[in-house]
């Protein structure tokens, strides 16, 4: 048996390396449409800047909780949140995009996905209440909070 423990900045970590990701996928659709569509290209380097704000936003909240929050977390737990972050890291492909509007669905999609990540492993979280899960729970209601708000702005580009 592993003496391995996973804490509440691992599971961070994980979700900055998706905001990481979606950072990466917005500069090679910029970068893409640099000599095509100037639209496409300004919005997706808007987006990229709002991904940008996400992953310092999360960063320092992962350094304001440090000490705070080294609590481990159950490995069963864990391993199942894990399998949730690998499934939708896999998932996270660059999309065919003809239009700014397709772009804009596009990112409301992927934050709508986002936050149904957070709420599934919230959700898990809530089968085994004791303090640490409950500490998660309420860092993870924070985040939630921040994605839903970055998918109504991009809504708001729609209207």
Not at 54 to 67: N, P, T
Not at 108 to 131: C, T
Not at 145 to 155: D, G, K, Q, S, T
Request: without cysteine; hydrophobic residues 40%; proline residues 1%.
């Amino acid at each position: 048996m592993s003496n391995v423990t996973y804490k509440i900045f691992d599971l961070l970590q994980s979700l900055i390396d998706i905001e990481n990701m979606s950072l990466k996928l917005y500069l090679k659709i910029e970068e893409h449409f640099k000599n095509e569509s100037q639209e496409i290209n300004i919005l997706a380097k808007t987006i990229a800047k709002q991904e940008q704000k996400h992953i310092e936003y999360y960063e320092s909240l992962s350094s304001s909780l440090k000490g705070k929050l080294d609590d481990s977390i159950d490995f069963y737990l864990y391993d199942k949140i894990s399998g949730l972050l690998f499934e939708f890291k896999k998932n996270i492909k660059i999309p065919e995009v003809n239009t700014p509007r397709h772009l804009i669905e596009f990112a409301i999609e992927f934050e709508r996905n986002n936050v149904a990540l957070l709420l599934n492993i919230q959700g898990r979280l809530l089968q085994n209440i004791n303090d640490v899960n409950n500490r998660i729970y309420r860092v993870i209601s924070i985040i939630i909070r921040e994605e839903e708000e970055h998918e109504n702005m991009f809504r708001k580009l729609l209207e």
